[in-house]
């Protein structure tokens, strides 16, 4: 389904002679309430969380993310089953249907930070880039909070 | 209707009943019986492990006896749920406030191969000051984790890491050590704070 969408959209910008790039709705993505909690030094990994809200009229797909402060910076998503055993695990991509929000949030979707660089320093901020399949990116400095917060507002 | 068909239908109708009995029990106790869902933990009485506190003291179940008790398992390295459980019960015993003076909270490590009594120590000291923070060695883990019926699994990720999958429910005792139930992971703290409320007490019309 999606890839017939991209086939044909692929497909008319042939036709008229555009550019694929011109597809994008990844500039319509709005981010909300980015958060993270502080490290205990740089060997355990580090989470952000926020809201991505997508006020386009195409889906949008986010894809993968960078920042200087993580060597693995990864999409993923906790899991809890039925026994109360909770996992984690890499996420994939992260499709938001036009007029949608997607959360990032505790024991959910989370910007899981593998192979800090450097300490998370409560009361900083860090870069995190989001990349879209469309080619688009979005870097949002995230808010560096205290290890026991619990949301955006600390 | 003679006597014979009458005992006919008769039959018929204790091997229909039979049948029904037979497949109420099939699915409700026998092999046809879902998965059974998590049981309930022994009471801390019945239970047996050594562990050390974030302080070095010897601990174990009966440390816990004679106040109502939280518990719950993790590992420090867990960025998202772990840190979330922690201050979501940090925030119950800021509601509850001085009513849980005298509760023992006990954060568990499934991971003592990298939580050592340095590191959950660091690690509790962040939160509210009632948690403690307990490790012991693998195999005292393992009986801990079977006492409360809770499981753990190592989990290897890219570039030679890991991950500890875990149970993530608190679980509640009274002050004899009976299980008195469980809050659920990232319960939201209008259900939590009552089902703590309770045994807390309950510990109190037990001394009074
Ligand atoms: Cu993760």
Known sequence: ?154 | MNRRTLLTYGAAIAGVAALTLFIGWWRVDGPGAPEPVAQRPLPLTQMEFQMTDQDGATVGPETLLGNPSMAFFGFTYCPDVCPTTLSDISGWLDDLGDDVADMNVVFITVDPERDTEAAMAEYVSYFHPAIQGWSGTLSETARAAAGFRASYEKVVTEGDDYTMNHTASVFLFDVEGQFAGTVDYHESREFAVPKIRRILTRAEEDTS
């Open chain 1, 1 to 154: 389904m999606k890839s017939s969408i991209a086939a044909t959209i692929f497909a008319s910008c042939l036709f008229v002679g555009l550019p694929t790039t011109t597809v994008a709705g990844s500039e319509d993505v709005v981010v909300e309430n980015a958060w993270s909690r502080a490290s205990i030094g740089i060997n355990r990994p580090g989470a952000a969380y926020m809201t991505l809200r997508n006020t386009g009229t195409d889906p949008v797909t986010l894809v993968g993310l960078e920042t200087p402060l993580a060597m693995m910076p990864d999409i993923h998503e906790t899991k809890t089953d039925a026994n109360g055993v909770s996992s984690m695990a890499p996420a994939g991509e992260i499709m938001i249907p036009p007029g949608e929000s997607v959360s990032l949030e505790p024991g959910g979707l989370h910007a899981m930070l593998m192979r800090l660089q450097t300490k998370m320093v409560e009361g900083e901020t860090f870069p995190l880039t989001l990349n879209f399949a469309d080619g688009g990116t979005r870097t949002v400095d995230v808010p560096i909070l205290g290890i026991a917060a619990r949301g955006p507002e600390g």
